[in-house]
């Protein structure tokens, strides 16, 4: 699951004005292009752009190997983990002609994208062994197969029961007493906060710096003291 918080940009601006925006990644995945300008200023006529990307770790992005950055400032992690959760800011300077005056006028712009993981669902350790890009889809798959293949075996049976024997035995399958019922919880170093990321209120999003989770809870913890520095701590230490 990819979601998009978005918000609005101003144009243009004398000095560098920081807009947040929230993206959530599935563990193994490519992100998606983290685009280094807004709709407005996308149509507007700019001069010499130049794209300056850095990472959570405050290293600049520009010929890493795990990133694909294109001459039009777009940035893609690839292969995402855990540890590459974190803040993505791109500045973008440039000029502008002004309208009134016809000079060029050097601007400055950044953008800040908070990339939070998404990780796999129950089960994920046993099927990613085999299918390590499509863990939750195929998890998922086959739970829904599983219960279609034992719906479908009682209601066989019940049908065997009523029209092959003449008696019918005194326990037997009564019509939609099979359910599922899903089970809400997260991997450890993930959980849920729908205050913090309420465009994905249900989603399992790995633990923020100074936050754990050591079991299969759907919340991280905060820890007493802040010793927990990374992302998708599973305790404190």
């Known amino acids: ?29 490519n992100s998606p292009f983290l685009v280094c300008m807004d709709l407005a200023l996308s149509q507007e006529r700019i001069i010499d752009p130049n794209y300056l990307w850095t990472g959570p770790d405050g290293r600049v992005l520009q010929g890493q190997s795990y990133v694909n950055l294109t001459e039009t400032g777009k940035l893609m992690v690839m292969g995402f983990m855990v540890p590459m959760s ?26 800040k994208f908070m990339v939070y993981v998404n990780p796999f669902a129950p089960g994920w350790e046993e099927v990613c062994q085999e299918f390590p890009y499509d863990c939750e889809d195929v998890t998922n798959r ?42 809400d919880s997260c991997r450890p170093g993930f959980g849920r906060n729908h205050h913090t990321h309420q465009n994905c209120a249900s989603c399992c999003v790995v633990c923020d710096p100074g936050t754990y ?20 701590a599973k305790s404190c230490h």
């Open 213 to 232: 989770s050591p079991n299969n809870e759907v919340t991280c913890q905060t820890c007493a003291m802040p010793e927990a520095r990374m992302y998708g």
């Open 1 to 29: 699951m990819i979601l998009w918080h978005l918000a609005s940009f101003p144009s243009q601006h004398s000095s560098p004005v920081l807009t947040f925006m929230n993206v959530y990644v599935k563990v193994f995945t």
């Open 86 to 111: 974190g803040a993505y800011t791109c500045t973008l300077s440039h000029k502008v002609i002004e309208t009134t005056t016809q000079e060029e006028i050097e601007m400055v712009e950044a953008y």
């Open 142 to 183: 086959r739970v829904r197969q599983a219960a279609e293949r034992i719906g479908k075996f009682f209601h066989q049976l019940r049908h065997v029961l009523k029209h092959e024997f003449q008696a019918a035995p005194s326990i037997q399958y009564v019509d939609n007493s099979f359910s599922m019922t899903p089970i």
